[in-house]
């Protein structure tokens, strides 16, 4: 099968080679984009989204939510997954059929083959919120990679090193775009600078990310 004919809507594919080990696929998402934001709402209606603290007693900007068979959580006591959703004690809703799907097809066509995620953490940006520069590491399984599917208003995405110290790439991802980070860029740091205001049809005054891990 051409790689093209992975592209849900998109006749040319736009790979490009980031690093090694991560791979940008503009657009692979912009065919699915309100399917995933409907099944958003419903994961939403039963797991809203909040605001969590970091262990070192900041409240985050970005609001957050998860699904599937553990979610990823940060209080005072520390970051790390869990089954349930603290806001609610019930376990955080399944993660929808047509997440997983997309998220294992942009894998392979990263060259990720396999790829089964069991976690999806749901990020939400007003304009202004933002991520500072962080690792992903709270995951059992680093060899697996993580897979980032940008819907709505665009963001300023800053890649590091493997060093907090290391210089930072900034790369532009609009709503659509997909990127699949495995190998040596597994570890590395990474973060979103403040996003601009604006307004985008599928979602309205914000971003959405949503992050496929392998977590257990
Ligand atoms: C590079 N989210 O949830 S996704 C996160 O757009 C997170 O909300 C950002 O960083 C967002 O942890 C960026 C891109 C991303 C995700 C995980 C990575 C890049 C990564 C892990 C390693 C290296
Ligand atoms: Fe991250």
């Known amino acids: 099968m051409p790689l093209g004919d992975l ?24 065919g699915k984009a309100a399917e995933m934001m409907a099944a958003l709402e419903r994961v939403v209606a039963a797991a809203p989204f909040r605001r969590m603290t970091t262990p070192g007693g900041y409240v985050m900007s970005v609001e957050m939510t998860n699904c599937g068979q553990v979610g990823w959580v940060t209080d005072r006591r520390g970051y790390r997954y869990q089954v349930t959703d603290p806001a609610t004690g019930k376990p955080w809703p399944a993660m929808p059929p047509e997440f997983a799907r997309l998220a294992a097809r942009a894998a392979g066509a ?38 980032s599917v940008s819907l709505g208003l665009p963001a300023v995405f800053l890649f590091g090193g493997a060093r907090r110290s290391d210089p930072t790439r900034k790369i532009r991802l609009e709503s659509g775009d997909i990127v699949v980070w495995g190998g040596p860029t597994r570890l590395f740091f990474h973060g979103i600078a403040p996003v601009a205001d604006g307004e985008h049809p599928l979602t309205g005054r914000c971003r959405i990310n949503l992050t496929f891990r392998k977590a257990l």
């Open 7 to 30: 592209f849900a809507g998109k006749a040319t594919p736009a790979v490009e080679n980031l690093a090694p080990g991560a791979v940008l696929l503009r657009g692979f998402a912009a």
């Open 110 to 147: 990263g060259g990720y083959e396999g790829f089964v995620p069991d976690a999806c953490l749901v990020n939400r940006y007003e304009p202004g919120a933002r991520l500072s520069l962080h690792q992903d590491k709270d995951e059992r399984d680093f060899d697996a990679p993580i897979v």
